[in-house]
């Protein structure tokens, strides 16, 4: 099938325009005018998710992360960006990028998280920023929710900003560095509040406000790779989706 096919079925899912002004969404390299057989789906375009496309015959990139974000005043192929760029065209790879339209959209990042997790009546989280959800889960302490996230994310560790000792039944989520959205969640009365990359003034912030917070990290936006699989999968059976399998956690717990 043409690629353009399957971008269609993209935009129609989740609207370019819903992306935040500050973000690079849609096509970033190559041409959408071209035969399909094999898609990858990756959260982040490095040199090893590239040199995994090539060596899987891959056609098309579908990535979370952008692939270019600020804007390039030139492409010098002994830098990382470039020899990925002239590896890319010289391979016929095509590269799509959604990020923050994925995330805001209805069926997108929040509401599979929200799924994930097991929330019930869910609804937005902030309004003025059109992102994150809040619903109710069954009460349960405070470290069995902590255990809960761990085991349904499939994730080892988390990081917990002012721990309750009370029960937990009211969970907001804003998938990836959503620290901006935790003014919201304790105005709407959050019992915890998950997001990523919650850095140390944040944090200090959070615990001033009352506000209980557990960073999941951005690995928890894996849930893009196994989401839009099980989609594509079912909407372009002729089309073979794969995930990548290269590492993508730049961190590493020992």
Not at 74 to 92: F, N
Not at 123 to 129: G, M, N
Not at 135 to 147: L, P, Q, R
Request: hydrophobic residues 40%.
């Amino acid at each position: 099938m043409n690629r353009i096919e399957i971008i269609r079925h993209l935009e129609e899912r989740y609207p370019p325009e819903l992306a935040y002004e500050w973000d690079n969404v849609g096509l970033m390299v190559g041409s959408l005018n071209k035969r399909t057989r094999r898609v990858l789906l990756t959260l982040d375009v490095t040199k090893d998710v590239v040199k995994e496309a090539i060596d899987k015959n891959v056609d098309l990139i579908v990535s979370h992360h952008p692939f270019i974000f600020s804007p390039i005043s030139a492409i010098k192929t002994e830098t990382p960006k470039g020899w990925i760029i002239e590896k890319l065209i010289k391979k016929g790879i095509t590269v799509y990028s959604a990020h923050t339209n994925f995330d805001q959209a209805e069926g997108g990042m929040n509401d599979v998280l929200a799924g994930a997790i097991g929330l019930n009546d869910t609804r937005l989280l902030d309004i003025e920023a059109n992102i994150g959800r809040i619903g109710e889960i069954e009460a349960m302490t405070y470290d069995a929710f902590a255990s809960h996230v761990k085991s349904v994310l499939e994730i080892d560790h988390i990081r917990i900003i002012n721990p309750k000792s009370s029960l937990v039944e009211r969970v907001a989520i804003s998938g990836g560095s959503g620290t901006k959205h935790m003014y919201a969640a304790k105005m709407k009365r959050a019992d915890v509040f998950l997001t990523g990359d919650v850095d140390y003034h944040s944090a200090v912030d959070a615990k001033e406000m009352g506000l209980s917070m557990m960073d999941i990290g951005h690995v928890a936006e894996k849930i893009f790779k196994n989401h839009l699989k099980k989609e594509l999968d079912e909407r372009f059976p002729d089309c073979e989706i794969i995930l990548s399998d290269t590492q993508e956690d730049p961190f590493e717990i020992r």
